[in-house]
């Protein structure tokens, strides 16, 4: 089946910096991708879709300027946490629809990165 | 607005079977998916379902009624590592999953 890789899965960051998650295909070209955020006892929250070479979409709330989303591959999306707060401390997952499948609209799950804040 | 209603928490005993419903109300529909996540962990994918009735695939199966925004997961045989949060999720008219906020299922012994 389809894979999709984090990096990192886990990182401990200080309060002002910034944080790159990179989210990857392994097998599959991604024209889309997807970042949610989850904390403890939520759901899933989309917080922006990826399209391959043009500007993120993002979700009501999200703000664009502090979330940098860059997908410039079909293969590799990333998320930039800018001036990280204690509240942004989350698990950020990512997800990649393969556009080639050929069946239903699947979404393939990275494995998450888990971001604490300190 | 999009709704997606399902139990925050359900439990059962091993070996049993449990059935987990969702209701949903979304801008269009393109099909219902069900995901299990273990703390922790990223969700992964049980099953997909577009067209009403029954889909069964092993120990588990999943049921749509699109007349009545309506689905359930059906677990069978019920395993203890079955323990983990099941998500519904819909697809709407725009291809964006809304999600569920998940039940939690603990199995006991």
């Known amino acids: 089946g389809a894979v999709v890789s984090q990096h990192p899965s886990r990182v401990i960051c200080k309060s002002g910096t910034s944080v790159k998650i990179e989210c990857r295909s392994l097998?599959?070209?991604?024209?889309?991708m997807f970042w949610y955020r989850q904390f403890p006892k939520q759901s899933l929250m989309l917080m922006a879709t990826?399209?391959?070479?043009?500007?993120?979409?993002?979700e009501q709330g999200v703000e664009k300027d502090k979330f940098l989303i860059n997908h410039a591959s079909l293969t590799l999306s990333t998320l930039t946490v800018t001036s990280a707060h204690p509240e942004d401390s989350s698990f950020y997952i990512c997800?990649?629809?393969?556009?080639?499948?050929?069946?239903?609209?699947?979404?393939?799950f990275g494995p998450g990165t888990r971001l604490t804040v300190t | 607005g999009q709704n997606i209603d399902q139990p925050t928490e359900m439990t059962a005993t091993e070996g049993a079977i449990v059935q987990i419903n969702c209701t949903y109300q979304?801008?269009?529909?393109?099909?219902l998916f069900w995901y299990q996540q273990h703390a922790g962990e990223a969700p992964t994918f049980l099953s997909y379902n577009v067209l009403d009735g029954l889909e069964e695939k092993g120990r588990f199966s999943s049921f749509l009624s699109r007349s009545k925004g309506y689905s359930y997961l059906l677990l069978k045989e019920l395993q203890m590592k079955d323990s983990a949060s099941y998500l519904c999720?819909?697809?709407?008219?725009?291809?964006?999953?809304?999600w569920g906020a998940g039940t939690k299922l603990i199995i006991k012994p």
């Open positions: 979304t801008s269009g529909f393109n099909g």
């Open positions: 990826s399209n391959e070479g043009s500007k993120a979409t993002y």
């Open positions: 097998d599959f070209q991604a024209t889309t």
């Open positions: 997800s990649a629809r393969d556009a080639t499948s050929g069946g239903f609209d699947e979404q393939y």
């Open positions: 999720a819909v697809m709407d008219s725009n291809y964006q999953l809304i």
